[in-house]
């Protein structure tokens, strides 16, 4: 049975920093792409960044602030994100892929005040 569970949100002011973490179980964590999501209020999910065997790619709108990474040895892949703006808050999700079917997290909150 594929978990994923993610931690490490909150509420933080503009221009500061949060790191999340989803820690995954029940797949050979190393074999897959891993990505972050996220869903605004009354808005589509959307993608954050992903990470593959080729390298990472980011939304455009979170380029040169965000950083995805991986330990493969924890299981675990992470989002840091600097220098966050209000328009960053949102429920942020973590992905994978597995044969064709989606596995999602519970999802955490991220609120960035003005």
């Known amino acids: 049975q594929v978990q994923l569970v993610e931690s490490g949100g909150g509420l933080v002011q503009a221009g500061g920093s949060l790191r999340l973490s989803c820690r995954v179980s029940g797949i050979i964590f190393s074999f897959y792409n891993m990505a972050w999501y996220r869903q605004a209020p009354g808005k589509q999910r959307d993608l954050v960044a992903g990470i593959f065997r080729s390298g990472v790619d980011y939304a455009d709108s979170v380029k040169g602030r965000f950083t995805i990474s991986r330990d493969n040895s924890k299981n675990t892949v992470y989002l840091q994100m600097n220098s966050l703006k209000p328009e960053d808050t949102a429920v942020y999700y973590c992905?994978?892929?597995?044969?064709?079917?989606?596995?999602w997290g519970q999802g955490t909150q991220v609120t960035v005040s003005s």
């Open positions: 992905n994978a892929n597995i044969g064709g079917t989606a596995h």
